[in-house]
C-alpha cells in the first residue's frame, strides 16, 4: 500500500490509489501527492510510537490522580513527599511525550 497526502489539508490516506475526493476537506484527487517510500514508512512506524506515547500520557494522569489522593490522605511526611513527586514526575512525562507527538505532527509522521 502507498500513502498518498492531500495537499490542501494534510489529511494522509494509505491505499493503492489517491481517493477520489479528499475524506476531511473534499479536494478532488488531483490533490494528492504520493509520499516516498522512506516518508511513508515513517508515518506507519510513528503509528505505534505515537499509541505509546498516548497510552503514557494516560498512565500519567492515572499516576496523578492516585499521588493526589494519597497527599490528601496526608498519612505521614514521607508519604505525602513521596505523592509530590509522584505527581511531579507525572506531569512530566505527560508533557513531553506531548511534545514528542507534537514533533512528530510537525514532520508529518502521523
Not at 33 to 39: C, G, N, T
Not at 82 to 93: C, R, Y
Request: aromatic share 6%; proline share 6%.
Amino acid at each position: 500500500m502507498q500513502i498518498f497526502r492531500c495537499s490542501v489539508c494534510g489529511y494522509k490516506y494509505e491505499g493503492p490509489d489517491a481517493p477520489d475526493v479528499c475524506p476531511k476537506c473534499g479536494a478532488p484527487k488531483e490533490k494528492f501527492e504520493l509520499l516516498s517510500p522512506e516518508a511513508a514508512g515513517k508515518i506507519r512506524m510513528s503509528v505505534r510510537t505515537n499509541a505509546i506515547h498516548a497510552r503514557l500520557m494516560g498512565l500519567a494522569d492515572e499516576i496523578q490522580v492516585l499521588a493526589e489522593e494519597g497527599i490528601g490522605i496526608n498519612l505521614d511526611p514521607p508519604c505525602v513527599a513521596l505523592f509530590q513527586k509522584a505527581v511531579t514526575a507525572a506531569v512530566e512525562i505527560r508533557q513531553r511525550s506531548k511534545a514528542e507527538i507534537e514533533g512528530h505532527i510537525g514532520k508529518g509522521k502521523w
